[in-house]
Protein backbone atom coordinates (compact mmCIF):
# COMPACT_ATOMS: atom_id res chain seq x y z
CA UNK A 1 0.00 0.00 0.00
CA UNK A 2 1.44 3.36 -1.03
CA UNK A 3 1.76 6.07 1.69
CA UNK A 4 -0.96 7.52 3.07
CA UNK A 5 -1.08 11.41 2.63
CA UNK A 6 -4.67 12.76 4.19
CA UNK A 7 -7.04 10.49 5.92
CA UNK A 8 -10.73 12.52 7.15
CA UNK A 9 -12.79 10.62 8.92
CA UNK A 10 -16.75 11.67 9.35
CA UNK A 11 -15.72 14.92 8.42
CA UNK A 12 -18.52 18.17 8.78
CA UNK A 13 -18.44 21.44 7.74
CA UNK A 14 -21.07 23.73 8.90
CA UNK A 15 -21.90 27.63 8.83
CA UNK A 16 -24.48 30.35 8.93
CA UNK A 17 -25.30 31.96 5.67
CA UNK A 18 -27.98 34.72 6.91
CA UNK A 19 -29.29 33.31 10.08
CA UNK A 20 -29.68 29.67 8.62
CA UNK A 21 -27.47 26.91 9.46
CA UNK A 22 -25.51 25.12 6.05
CA UNK A 23 -24.41 22.04 6.01
CA UNK A 24 -22.05 21.86 3.81
CA UNK A 25 -20.33 18.74 4.87
CA UNK A 26 -21.62 15.48 6.44
CA UNK A 27 -19.46 12.55 7.60
CA UNK A 28 -16.99 12.55 5.07
CA UNK A 29 -14.58 9.90 5.23
CA UNK A 30 -11.64 9.56 2.39
CA UNK A 31 -8.11 8.81 2.44
CA UNK A 32 -5.63 9.95 -0.06
CA UNK A 33 -2.55 8.03 -1.03
CA UNK A 34 0.62 8.58 -2.89
CA UNK A 35 0.34 8.66 -6.29
CA UNK A 36 -3.13 8.48 -6.86
CA UNK A 37 -5.39 10.97 -8.72
CA UNK A 38 -8.92 11.46 -7.42
CA UNK A 39 -11.93 13.35 -9.24
CA UNK A 40 -14.44 14.74 -7.37
CA UNK A 41 -18.10 15.34 -9.56
CA UNK A 42 -21.18 16.61 -8.33
CA UNK A 43 -23.93 19.70 -8.64
CA UNK A 44 -23.19 23.45 -7.68
CA UNK A 45 -23.17 23.52 -4.26
CA UNK A 46 -22.54 19.95 -3.08
CA UNK A 47 -19.53 20.51 -0.74
CA UNK A 48 -17.05 19.88 -3.37
CA UNK A 49 -15.10 23.10 -3.47
CA UNK A 50 -15.43 22.84 0.72
CA UNK A 51 -13.80 19.63 1.37
CA UNK A 52 -10.85 20.85 -1.07
CA UNK A 53 -10.83 23.43 1.26
CA UNK A 54 -10.55 21.42 4.08
CA UNK A 55 -8.17 18.92 2.85
CA UNK A 56 -6.25 21.84 1.70
CA UNK A 57 -5.86 23.08 5.09
CA UNK A 58 -7.28 26.50 4.05
CA UNK A 59 -10.56 25.77 6.08
CA UNK A 60 -11.19 23.38 9.32
CA UNK A 61 -13.72 21.16 9.66
CA UNK A 62 -16.41 21.70 12.61
CA UNK A 63 -16.28 17.81 13.64
CA UNK A 64 -14.51 15.16 12.58
CA UNK A 65 -10.99 13.72 12.26
CA UNK A 66 -8.59 14.89 9.39
CA UNK A 67 -4.81 13.33 9.44
CA UNK A 68 -2.97 16.00 7.13
CA UNK A 69 0.71 13.94 5.99
CA UNK A 70 0.15 12.15 9.30
CA UNK A 71 -0.07 14.73 11.50
CA UNK A 72 -3.66 15.42 13.31
CA UNK A 73 -4.91 18.61 11.65
CA UNK A 74 -6.93 20.08 14.79
CA UNK A 75 -3.53 20.47 16.40
CA UNK A 76 -2.46 22.54 13.60
CA UNK A 77 -1.35 25.92 14.69
CA UNK A 78 -1.62 28.52 11.80
CA UNK A 79 1.72 28.99 11.29
CA UNK A 80 1.88 24.82 11.06
CA UNK A 81 -0.74 24.53 8.30
CA UNK A 82 0.27 27.37 6.44
CA UNK A 83 3.97 25.60 6.61
CA UNK A 84 2.22 22.10 5.44
CA UNK A 85 0.74 23.99 2.41
CA UNK A 86 4.28 25.42 1.42
CA UNK A 87 5.97 22.08 1.51
CA UNK A 88 3.34 19.27 0.80
CA UNK A 89 0.25 21.11 -1.12
CA UNK A 90 -0.13 22.47 -4.52
CA UNK A 91 -3.09 24.43 -5.11
CA UNK A 92 -4.71 25.25 -8.80
CA UNK A 93 -8.02 27.29 -9.32
CA UNK A 94 -10.76 27.63 -11.91
CA UNK A 95 -9.31 31.31 -11.40
CA UNK A 96 -5.52 31.37 -12.35
CA UNK A 97 -4.71 34.05 -9.00
CA UNK A 98 -1.79 35.25 -11.00
CA UNK A 99 -0.41 38.28 -9.44
CA UNK A 100 -0.74 40.51 -12.95
CA UNK A 101 1.97 42.79 -12.04
CA UNK A 102 4.90 39.70 -11.63
CA UNK A 103 5.94 38.26 -14.48
CA UNK A 104 5.37 34.53 -14.79
CA UNK A 105 8.62 33.57 -13.52
CA UNK A 106 8.17 36.07 -10.52
CA UNK A 107 4.66 34.27 -10.08
CA UNK A 108 5.81 30.68 -9.92
CA UNK A 109 8.86 32.20 -7.90
CA UNK A 110 7.01 33.18 -5.03
CA UNK A 111 6.98 29.75 -3.14
CA UNK A 112 10.04 29.49 -3.55
CA UNK A 113 10.69 32.74 -2.12
CA UNK A 114 8.75 32.22 1.36
CA UNK A 115 10.90 28.63 1.41
CA UNK A 116 13.78 30.76 1.52
CA UNK A 117 15.97 29.20 -1.77
CA UNK A 118 19.10 30.81 -2.49
CA UNK A 119 18.41 33.39 -5.85
CA UNK A 120 20.19 30.69 -7.79
CA UNK A 121 18.34 27.73 -7.03
CA UNK A 122 15.05 29.70 -7.26
CA UNK A 123 15.99 30.61 -10.63
CA UNK A 124 16.96 26.76 -11.96
CA UNK A 125 13.97 25.43 -10.14
CA UNK A 126 11.55 27.76 -11.96
CA UNK A 127 13.48 27.00 -15.26
CA UNK A 128 12.62 23.80 -14.69
CA UNK A 129 8.79 23.96 -13.80
CA UNK A 130 8.15 26.08 -16.33
CA UNK A 131 9.67 23.73 -19.10
CA UNK A 132 7.69 20.95 -17.54
CA UNK A 133 4.64 22.89 -18.52
CA UNK A 134 5.98 24.00 -21.63
CA UNK A 135 6.12 27.81 -20.85
CA UNK A 136 10.04 28.24 -20.68
CA UNK A 137 10.05 30.56 -23.63
CA UNK A 138 7.01 32.53 -21.69
CA UNK A 139 8.80 33.31 -18.77
CA UNK A 140 9.22 36.97 -18.93
CA UNK A 141 5.61 37.91 -20.10
CA UNK A 142 3.22 39.09 -17.43
CA UNK A 143 -0.11 37.34 -17.05
CA UNK A 144 -1.87 39.89 -19.32
CA UNK A 145 0.34 38.86 -22.34
CA UNK A 146 -0.42 35.25 -21.57
CA UNK A 147 -3.40 33.15 -22.94
CA UNK A 148 -5.94 31.40 -20.58
CA UNK A 149 -4.45 28.25 -21.12
CA UNK A 150 -0.94 29.53 -20.45
CA UNK A 151 -2.23 31.54 -17.29
CA UNK A 152 -3.55 28.25 -16.46
CA UNK A 153 -0.36 26.25 -16.77
CA UNK A 154 1.55 29.12 -15.04
CA UNK A 155 -1.04 28.35 -11.98
CA UNK A 156 0.31 25.40 -12.33
CA UNK A 157 3.71 25.41 -12.66
CA UNK A 158 3.59 28.02 -9.18
CA UNK A 159 1.52 24.68 -7.25
CA UNK A 160 4.32 22.09 -8.70
CA UNK A 161 7.48 24.96 -8.21
CA UNK A 162 8.02 23.56 -4.27
CA UNK A 163 7.18 19.76 -5.60
CA UNK A 164 4.39 19.20 -3.70
CA UNK A 165 2.99 15.45 -2.35
CA UNK A 166 -0.68 16.24 -3.13
CA UNK A 167 -1.84 18.95 -5.83
CA UNK A 168 -5.79 19.70 -5.14
CA UNK A 169 -7.03 21.75 -8.20
CA UNK A 170 -10.64 23.29 -8.07
CA UNK A 171 -12.41 23.40 -11.62
CA UNK A 172 -9.13 24.12 -13.25
CA UNK A 173 -10.63 24.03 -16.91
CA UNK A 174 -13.24 26.13 -15.78
CA UNK A 175 -12.81 29.30 -17.83
CA UNK A 176 -11.35 27.45 -20.10
CA UNK A 177 -12.44 26.65 -24.25
CA UNK A 178 -12.45 22.67 -25.15
CA UNK A 179 -9.12 22.55 -26.83
CA UNK A 180 -7.28 24.39 -23.90
CA UNK A 181 -9.13 22.43 -20.88
CA UNK A 182 -7.74 19.58 -23.29
CA UNK A 183 -3.97 20.91 -22.47
CA UNK A 184 -4.76 21.34 -18.95
CA UNK A 185 -6.35 17.79 -18.60
CA UNK A 186 -3.25 16.18 -20.74
CA UNK A 187 -0.68 17.74 -18.00
CA UNK A 188 -2.36 17.25 -15.04
CA UNK A 189 -2.22 13.32 -16.56
CA UNK A 190 1.02 13.64 -17.34
CA UNK A 191 1.60 14.96 -13.91
CA UNK A 192 0.02 12.00 -12.27
CA UNK A 193 2.02 9.75 -14.53
CA UNK A 194 5.34 11.66 -12.87
CA UNK A 195 4.25 10.36 -9.29
CA UNK A 196 2.20 13.43 -7.79
CA UNK A 197 -1.32 12.81 -6.00
CA UNK A 198 -3.98 14.81 -7.51
CA UNK A 199 -7.34 15.66 -5.72
CA UNK A 200 -9.61 17.12 -9.02
CA UNK A 201 -12.62 18.75 -8.21
CA UNK A 202 -14.84 19.66 -11.77
CA UNK A 203 -17.77 19.91 -13.90
CA UNK A 204 -16.11 17.91 -16.41
CA UNK A 205 -16.99 13.97 -16.83
CA UNK A 206 -14.23 13.36 -19.69
CA UNK A 207 -11.55 15.23 -17.30
CA UNK A 208 -12.70 13.49 -14.29
CA UNK A 209 -12.88 10.27 -16.04
CA UNK A 210 -9.18 10.60 -16.32
CA UNK A 211 -8.51 9.99 -12.32
CA UNK A 212 -8.16 6.27 -11.41
CA UNK A 213 -10.42 7.04 -8.55
CA UNK A 214 -13.85 8.70 -9.15
CA UNK A 215 -15.84 9.88 -6.61
CA UNK A 216 -19.24 11.97 -6.70
CA UNK A 217 -20.69 13.96 -3.89
CA UNK A 218 -24.39 15.21 -3.22
CA UNK A 219 -25.45 17.32 -0.49
CA UNK A 220 -22.32 17.32 1.60
CA UNK A 221 -21.35 13.72 1.36
CA UNK A 222 -19.61 11.26 -0.91
CA UNK A 223 -22.33 8.57 -3.20
CA UNK A 224 -20.90 5.09 -2.47
CA UNK A 225 -19.09 3.88 -5.54
CA UNK A 226 -21.15 2.60 -8.84
CA UNK A 227 -20.89 -0.72 -9.57
CA UNK A 228 -18.27 -1.04 -11.78
CA UNK A 229 -16.69 1.56 -11.28
CA UNK A 230 -12.97 2.05 -10.52
CA UNK B 1 10.11 39.36 -0.72
CA UNK B 2 7.92 41.63 1.36
CA UNK B 3 9.64 44.74 -0.51
CA UNK B 4 9.61 42.78 -3.98
CA UNK B 5 5.54 42.41 -3.68
CA UNK B 6 5.02 46.02 -2.24
CA UNK B 7 6.16 47.74 -4.79
CA UNK B 8 5.24 45.56 -7.41
CA UNK B 9 1.78 45.67 -5.80
CA UNK B 10 2.11 49.85 -5.76
CA UNK B 11 2.74 50.15 -9.39
CA UNK B 12 -0.04 48.21 -10.32
CA UNK B 13 -2.06 51.44 -10.82
CA UNK B 14 0.89 53.39 -12.17
CA UNK B 15 -1.71 57.07 -12.29
CA UNK B 16 -3.35 56.24 -9.13
CA UNK B 17 -0.15 55.67 -6.99
CA UNK B 18 0.71 59.30 -8.54
CA UNK B 19 -1.44 60.87 -7.79
CA UNK B 20 -1.62 59.65 -4.29
CA UNK B 21 1.96 60.20 -4.31
CA UNK B 22 1.10 63.88 -5.40
CA UNK B 23 -1.51 64.39 -2.52
CA UNK B 24 0.81 62.91 0.54
CA UNK B 25 3.72 65.03 -1.09
CA UNK B 26 1.18 68.22 -0.63
CA UNK B 27 -0.26 67.53 2.83
CA UNK B 28 3.90 66.39 3.27
CA UNK B 29 4.81 69.60 2.30
CA UNK B 30 2.37 71.56 4.85
CA UNK B 31 3.81 69.18 7.32
CA UNK B 32 7.28 70.36 6.93
CA UNK B 33 6.63 73.94 6.65
CA UNK B 34 4.81 73.72 10.20
CA UNK B 35 7.89 72.38 11.34
CA UNK B 36 9.73 74.92 10.37
CA UNK B 37 7.64 77.35 10.92
CA UNK B 38 7.46 75.94 14.66
CA UNK B 39 10.94 76.90 15.54
CA UNK B 40 11.94 79.49 12.61
CA UNK B 41 11.68 82.49 14.59
CA UNK B 42 13.91 81.12 17.20
CA UNK B 43 16.25 79.11 14.67
CA UNK B 44 16.49 82.68 12.48
CA UNK B 45 17.23 84.44 15.96
CA UNK B 46 19.98 81.60 16.80
CA UNK B 47 21.35 81.92 13.68
CA UNK B 48 21.71 85.88 14.25
CA UNK B 49 22.91 85.60 17.66
CA UNK B 50 25.27 83.36 16.76
CA UNK B 51 26.66 85.66 13.92
CA UNK B 52 26.32 88.61 16.44
CA UNK B 53 28.73 86.21 19.08
CA UNK B 54 28.15 87.13 22.13
CA UNK B 55 27.21 83.76 24.67
CA UNK B 56 25.38 86.18 27.73
CA UNK B 57 23.16 89.39 27.22
CA UNK B 58 23.04 91.24 30.60
CA UNK B 59 19.68 93.40 30.56
CA UNK B 60 17.05 95.56 32.74
CA UNK B 61 15.45 93.36 35.52
CA UNK B 62 12.31 92.06 33.92
CA UNK B 63 13.01 92.65 29.85
CA UNK B 64 14.62 90.88 26.65
CA UNK B 65 16.76 92.76 24.73
CA UNK B 66 16.02 95.55 23.16
CA UNK B 67 12.00 95.05 23.75
CA UNK B 68 11.21 98.34 25.97
CA UNK B 69 13.87 101.63 26.12
CA UNK B 70 14.24 100.45 29.98
CA UNK B 71 18.29 100.27 31.29
CA UNK B 72 19.68 100.09 34.11
CA UNK B 73 22.53 101.81 36.13
CA UNK B 74 26.20 101.78 37.13
CA UNK B 75 26.16 100.33 33.27
CA UNK B 76 29.94 100.56 32.74
CA UNK B 77 30.62 99.46 36.76
CA UNK B 78 28.86 95.81 35.99
CA UNK B 79 30.71 95.13 32.79
CA UNK B 80 34.04 95.93 34.04
CA UNK B 81 33.10 93.47 36.94
CA UNK B 82 31.58 90.87 34.33
CA UNK B 83 35.01 91.50 32.27
CA UNK B 84 37.08 90.41 35.65
CA UNK B 85 34.97 87.36 35.68
CA UNK B 86 36.86 84.04 35.06
CA UNK B 87 36.17 82.71 31.39
CA UNK B 88 35.06 86.02 30.18
CA UNK B 89 36.97 87.37 27.50
CA UNK B 90 34.89 91.12 27.00
CA UNK B 91 31.69 92.66 28.09
CA UNK B 92 30.19 95.14 25.42
CA UNK B 93 28.16 97.99 27.35
CA UNK B 94 25.57 99.04 25.20
CA UNK B 95 22.75 101.83 24.98
CA UNK B 96 19.96 101.57 22.57
CA UNK B 97 16.84 103.98 22.59
CA UNK B 98 14.53 106.39 21.36
CA UNK B 99 15.60 109.85 19.76
CA UNK B 100 15.32 112.38 17.19
CA UNK B 101 17.80 112.69 14.01
CA UNK B 102 17.79 115.35 11.16
CA UNK B 103 19.91 116.91 8.66
CA UNK B 104 20.58 120.98 8.84
CA UNK B 105 17.71 122.81 8.30
CA UNK B 106 15.28 119.98 7.68
CA UNK B 107 12.42 118.72 9.83
CA UNK B 108 13.42 115.94 12.44
CA UNK B 109 12.34 112.31 12.46
CA UNK B 110 12.24 110.08 15.25
CA UNK B 111 14.90 107.41 14.99
CA UNK B 112 16.92 104.60 17.36
CA UNK B 113 20.23 105.21 18.09
CA UNK B 114 22.45 102.25 19.05
CA UNK B 115 25.34 102.94 21.58
CA UNK B 116 28.31 100.44 21.22
CA UNK B 117 32.12 101.07 21.03
CA UNK B 118 34.41 100.25 18.11
CA UNK B 119 35.69 97.76 17.54
CA UNK B 120 33.51 95.50 19.69
CA UNK B 121 30.71 95.77 17.61
CA UNK B 122 28.13 92.81 15.97
CA UNK B 123 24.64 94.86 15.72
CA UNK B 124 25.36 96.17 12.08
CA UNK B 125 26.68 95.27 8.85
CA UNK B 126 28.46 97.82 6.95
CA UNK B 127 27.07 98.44 3.35
CA UNK B 128 28.76 100.76 2.41
CA UNK B 129 31.59 103.18 3.17
CA UNK B 130 33.53 102.26 6.99
CA UNK B 131 32.64 101.31 9.88
CA UNK B 132 33.29 103.33 13.24
CA UNK B 133 36.69 103.35 14.52
CA UNK B 134 37.87 103.48 17.93
CA UNK B 135 38.93 107.07 17.75
CA UNK B 136 35.58 108.25 15.92
CA UNK B 137 33.85 109.53 18.90
CA UNK B 138 31.51 112.01 16.62
CA UNK B 139 30.95 110.07 14.07
CA UNK B 140 28.05 107.93 12.87
CA UNK B 141 27.20 104.82 10.34
CA UNK B 142 23.21 104.99 9.67
CA UNK B 143 20.64 102.85 8.20
CA UNK B 144 19.62 102.61 4.78
CA UNK B 145 16.17 103.69 6.27
CA UNK B 146 16.92 106.91 7.96
CA UNK B 147 19.49 107.83 5.35
CA UNK B 148 16.85 107.55 2.69
CA UNK B 149 14.51 109.90 5.16
CA UNK B 150 17.28 112.52 5.85
CA UNK B 151 18.58 112.26 1.96
CA UNK B 152 21.99 111.09 4.15
CA UNK B 153 25.33 110.23 2.14
CA UNK B 154 28.29 109.28 3.83
CA UNK B 155 30.27 112.74 4.88
CA UNK B 156 27.50 114.25 5.58
CA UNK B 157 26.43 115.83 9.18
CA UNK B 158 23.79 114.00 11.16
CA UNK B 159 22.11 116.35 13.56
CA UNK B 160 20.16 114.21 16.60
CA UNK B 161 19.21 114.69 20.32
CA UNK B 162 17.08 113.31 22.90
CA UNK B 163 14.06 115.68 22.55
CA UNK B 164 12.26 117.88 19.64
CA UNK B 165 10.87 120.99 20.92
CA UNK B 166 7.83 120.67 18.31
CA UNK B 167 6.58 124.40 18.34
CA UNK B 168 10.03 125.47 17.08
CA UNK B 169 10.13 122.74 15.12
CA UNK B 170 14.12 122.27 16.46
CA UNK B 171 16.18 119.69 17.94
CA UNK B 172 16.93 120.32 21.59
CA UNK B 173 20.88 120.66 22.21
CA UNK B 174 21.46 118.34 19.27
CA UNK B 175 24.91 116.74 19.04
CA UNK B 176 26.62 116.30 15.45
CA UNK B 177 27.98 113.26 13.77
CA UNK B 178 29.37 112.63 10.88
CA UNK B 179 28.26 109.91 8.26
CA UNK B 180 31.18 107.09 7.77
CA UNK B 181 28.48 104.34 6.87
CA UNK B 182 25.74 103.24 5.77
CA UNK B 183 24.61 99.63 7.66
CA UNK B 184 22.10 97.20 8.34
CA UNK B 185 20.93 96.99 11.81
CA UNK B 186 20.51 92.93 12.63
CA UNK B 187 17.79 93.58 14.71
CA UNK B 188 15.95 96.60 12.94
CA UNK B 189 12.61 96.43 11.64
CA UNK B 190 12.22 96.68 8.13
CA UNK B 191 11.43 100.57 8.03
CA UNK B 192 13.41 101.28 11.19
CA UNK B 193 15.39 104.66 11.16
CA UNK B 194 18.55 104.00 12.90
CA UNK B 195 22.18 105.21 13.24
CA UNK B 196 24.94 104.02 15.31
CA UNK B 197 27.26 105.89 17.43
CA UNK B 198 29.80 105.40 20.44
CA UNK B 199 28.03 103.96 23.73
CA UNK B 200 29.05 107.62 25.89
CA UNK B 201 27.46 109.91 22.67
CA UNK B 202 24.25 108.06 23.18
CA UNK B 203 24.25 108.50 26.44
CA UNK B 204 24.40 111.92 26.40
CA UNK B 205 21.75 111.93 24.04
CA UNK B 206 19.84 109.41 26.04
CA UNK B 207 20.19 111.59 28.80
CA UNK B 208 22.10 108.42 30.67
CA UNK B 209 25.29 110.18 31.47
CA UNK B 210 24.63 110.69 35.24
CA UNK B 211 23.56 107.65 36.35
CA UNK B 212 25.75 105.68 33.62
CA UNK B 213 22.71 103.52 32.48
CA UNK B 214 22.86 100.78 29.35
CA UNK B 215 20.29 98.98 27.67
CA UNK B 216 22.39 95.78 27.74
CA UNK B 217 26.02 94.32 28.09
CA UNK B 218 27.14 91.97 25.63
CA UNK B 219 29.65 89.35 27.13
CA UNK B 220 31.80 87.24 25.20
CA UNK B 221 33.31 84.05 26.58
CA UNK B 222 36.35 82.05 26.28
CA UNK B 223 35.82 79.20 24.40
CA UNK B 224 35.46 76.77 27.68
CA UNK B 225 33.22 78.79 29.56
CA UNK B 226 29.47 77.93 29.95
CA UNK B 227 26.84 80.79 28.94
CA UNK B 228 24.47 79.43 31.49
CA UNK B 229 26.92 79.43 34.44
CA UNK B 230 27.92 83.04 33.34
CA UNK B 231 24.29 84.31 33.15
CA UNK B 232 23.49 82.72 36.91
CA UNK B 233 26.68 84.55 38.14
CA UNK B 234 25.21 87.80 36.68
CA UNK B 235 21.89 87.33 38.34
CA UNK B 236 23.41 86.28 41.65
CA UNK B 237 25.77 88.76 41.50
CA UNK B 238 23.50 91.74 40.58
CA UNK B 239 20.42 91.72 40.96
CA UNK B 240 18.93 94.81 39.20
CA UNK B 241 19.57 93.13 36.08
CA UNK B 242 18.33 89.90 33.83
CA UNK B 243 21.27 88.02 32.17
CA UNK B 244 20.50 85.41 29.43
CA UNK B 245 22.59 82.74 27.93
CA UNK B 246 22.21 82.17 24.34
CA UNK B 247 20.23 78.94 25.04
CA UNK B 248 18.01 80.95 27.88
CA UNK B 249 17.43 84.06 25.43
CA UNK B 250 15.80 81.57 22.67
CA UNK B 251 13.87 79.88 25.17
CA UNK B 252 12.36 82.93 26.52
CA UNK B 253 11.72 84.46 22.89
CA UNK B 254 10.31 80.83 22.58
CA UNK B 255 7.84 81.74 25.00
CA UNK B 256 6.53 84.62 23.61
CA UNK B 257 5.94 82.59 20.25
CA UNK B 258 3.60 80.56 21.48
CA UNK B 259 0.92 81.07 18.71
CA UNK B 260 3.59 80.56 16.42
CA UNK B 261 3.54 76.62 17.99
CA UNK B 262 -0.54 76.97 18.20
CA UNK B 263 -0.57 77.82 14.15
CA UNK B 264 1.43 75.11 13.32
CA UNK B 265 0.52 72.22 15.85
CA UNK B 266 -3.02 72.66 14.22
CA UNK B 267 -1.97 73.08 10.68
CA UNK B 268 0.50 70.80 11.18
CA UNK B 269 -1.96 67.90 12.37
CA UNK B 270 -4.04 68.66 9.59
CA UNK B 271 -2.06 67.86 7.12
CA UNK B 272 -1.11 64.44 9.04
CA UNK B 273 -5.04 63.33 9.26
CA UNK B 274 -4.92 64.09 5.17
CA UNK B 275 -1.70 62.06 4.94
CA UNK B 276 -3.56 58.93 7.04
CA UNK B 277 -6.70 59.58 5.26
CA UNK B 278 -5.71 59.62 1.51
CA UNK B 279 -2.48 56.39 2.13
CA UNK B 280 -5.44 54.49 4.41
CA UNK B 281 -7.58 54.50 1.85
CA UNK B 282 -5.44 54.62 -1.03
CA UNK B 283 -4.00 50.95 0.12
CA UNK B 284 -7.50 50.01 1.86
CA UNK B 285 -8.64 50.44 -1.68
CA UNK B 286 -6.28 48.44 -3.30
CA UNK B 287 -6.35 45.90 -0.90
CA UNK B 288 -10.32 45.33 -1.28
CA UNK B 289 -9.29 44.89 -5.27
CA UNK B 290 -6.90 42.40 -4.19
CA UNK B 291 -8.51 40.03 -1.83
CA UNK B 292 -8.91 37.11 -3.77
CA UNK B 293 -4.77 37.60 -4.51
CA UNK B 294 -4.26 38.16 -0.79
CA UNK B 295 -6.05 34.60 0.00
CA UNK B 296 -3.94 32.94 -3.07
CA UNK B 297 -0.88 33.82 -1.49
CA UNK B 298 -1.78 32.70 1.96
CA UNK B 299 -2.72 29.04 0.15
CA UNK B 300 -0.27 28.41 -1.50
CA UNK B 301 1.71 29.03 1.70
CA UNK B 302 2.76 32.64 2.12
CA UNK B 303 2.45 33.34 6.02
CA UNK B 304 0.16 36.05 7.17
CA UNK B 305 2.64 38.39 8.67
CA UNK B 306 4.58 38.48 5.55
CA UNK B 307 1.40 39.74 4.07
CA UNK B 308 0.63 42.32 6.78
CA UNK B 309 4.03 43.62 6.50
CA UNK B 310 3.38 43.76 3.00
CA UNK B 311 0.58 46.04 3.33
CA UNK B 312 2.48 47.78 5.76
CA UNK B 313 5.36 48.48 4.09
CA UNK B 314 2.79 49.67 0.91
CA UNK B 315 1.59 52.16 2.70
CA UNK B 316 5.17 53.37 4.35
CA UNK B 317 6.63 52.87 0.43
CA UNK B 318 3.78 55.29 -0.54
CA UNK B 319 5.03 58.12 2.28
CA UNK B 320 8.70 57.29 1.44
CA UNK B 321 8.37 58.40 -2.10
CA UNK B 322 6.09 61.38 -1.46
CA UNK B 323 9.07 63.07 0.43
CA UNK B 324 10.78 64.14 -2.49
CA UNK B 325 7.59 65.96 -2.96
CA UNK B 326 7.39 67.00 0.28
CA UNK B 327 10.59 68.62 0.71
CA UNK B 328 10.70 69.73 -2.40
CA UNK B 329 7.37 71.90 -2.59
CA UNK B 330 7.33 72.76 1.51
CA UNK B 331 11.03 74.34 0.70
CA UNK B 332 9.62 76.63 -2.36
CA UNK B 333 5.99 77.28 -0.11
CA UNK B 334 8.18 78.24 2.69
CA UNK B 335 10.18 80.77 0.75
CA UNK B 336 7.03 81.99 -0.82
CA UNK B 337 5.32 82.27 2.46
CA UNK B 338 8.23 83.99 4.26
CA UNK B 339 8.50 86.31 1.73
CA UNK B 340 4.79 87.45 2.33
CA UNK B 341 5.60 87.60 5.98
CA UNK B 342 8.64 89.29 6.55
CA UNK B 343 7.60 91.73 4.07
CA UNK B 344 5.25 93.33 7.37
CA UNK B 345 7.11 96.32 8.63
CA UNK B 346 6.92 95.07 12.57
CA UNK B 347 9.50 92.72 11.60
CA UNK B 348 13.23 92.74 12.34
CA UNK B 349 15.51 92.85 8.56
CA UNK B 350 17.27 89.62 9.49
CA UNK B 351 14.70 87.31 10.79
CA UNK B 352 12.74 84.54 9.14
CA UNK B 353 9.48 82.66 9.65
CA UNK B 354 10.52 79.65 7.85
CA UNK B 355 13.95 78.17 8.59
CA UNK B 356 14.78 74.80 7.50
CA UNK B 357 16.49 72.96 10.02
CA UNK B 358 18.00 69.18 11.06
CA UNK B 359 14.98 69.37 13.39
CA UNK B 360 12.37 70.22 11.13
CA UNK B 361 13.65 68.01 8.80
CA UNK B 362 13.68 65.20 11.23
CA UNK B 363 10.46 65.80 12.80
CA UNK B 364 8.90 65.62 9.35
CA UNK B 365 10.30 62.59 8.56
CA UNK B 366 9.25 61.02 12.06
CA UNK B 367 5.74 62.32 11.35
CA UNK B 368 5.57 61.40 7.82
CA UNK B 369 6.46 57.47 9.05
CA UNK B 370 4.34 57.88 11.71
CA UNK B 371 1.36 58.94 9.24
CA UNK B 372 2.09 56.11 7.24
CA UNK B 373 2.06 53.93 9.99
CA UNK B 374 -1.17 54.69 11.38
CA UNK B 375 -2.85 54.59 8.06
CA UNK B 376 -1.21 50.89 7.47
CA UNK B 377 -3.23 49.77 10.18
CA UNK B 378 -7.04 49.29 8.62
CA UNK B 379 -5.51 47.79 5.37
CA UNK B 380 -3.01 45.71 7.65
CA UNK B 381 -5.94 44.43 9.84
CA UNK B 382 -8.12 43.52 6.73
CA UNK B 383 -5.17 41.31 5.76
CA UNK B 384 -4.44 40.27 9.51
CA UNK B 385 -8.27 38.62 9.14
CA UNK B 386 -8.52 37.31 5.68
CA UNK B 387 -10.20 34.15 5.63
CA UNK B 388 -8.84 32.36 2.87
CA UNK B 389 -11.57 29.56 1.96
CA UNK B 390 -14.28 32.45 1.87
CA UNK B 391 -12.26 34.96 0.13
CA UNK B 392 -11.53 32.07 -2.47
CA UNK B 393 -15.29 30.68 -2.79
CA UNK B 394 -16.58 34.75 -2.71
CA UNK B 395 -13.89 35.26 -5.49
CA UNK B 396 -14.97 32.75 -7.77
CA UNK B 397 -18.66 32.96 -7.09
CA UNK B 398 -18.15 36.73 -8.24
Request: hydrophobic residues 50%.
Amino acid sequence: MSERLVSARDLAKDYQLDGFAIHALRSVTLEVHAGEFISIMGASGCGKSTLLHILGAVDVPSAGELTLFGRNAAELTDAERTALRLHHLGFVFQRFFLLPMLTAAENVMLPLMEAGLARRQREERVHEVMEYVGLAQRMRHKPGQLSGGEQQRVAIARALVNRPQLLLADEPTGELDEATGEQIAELLQRLHADGTAIVLVTHNPELAARATRQLRMRDGQIEPPMEGAP
Amino acid sequence: MVGFLAIRGLFRHPARTLLGVLGVGVAGALLLDMQMLSRGLQASLHRILKEVGYEVRVTPRGTLPFDTDATFPDGHRIAAAITAHPGVDHAAPILGGSVYAARAGREPVSAFVYGMDPPTQALWRVLDGRDLAPSDSMYAVVSPALAAALGLSIGDSLHAAGEYTSQLGMLRSPRIYVVTGIAEFHFDLRTQRSFAIGTREAQHLRNEVARDGLSLIAVALDDQTSGDAVSAWVRDTFPEVEAFSVVEALDAVQGQLAYFNLFSLVLGSVSMVVCVLLVGTMVALSISERLGELAILRAIGLRRRRLVSMVFLESLALVLLSMPIAFGAGHLISLWLDAILTRAPSIPVDMSFFVFTRRAALRTLALLFLSGSIAGLYPALLVARLRIAPTLHSEVMG
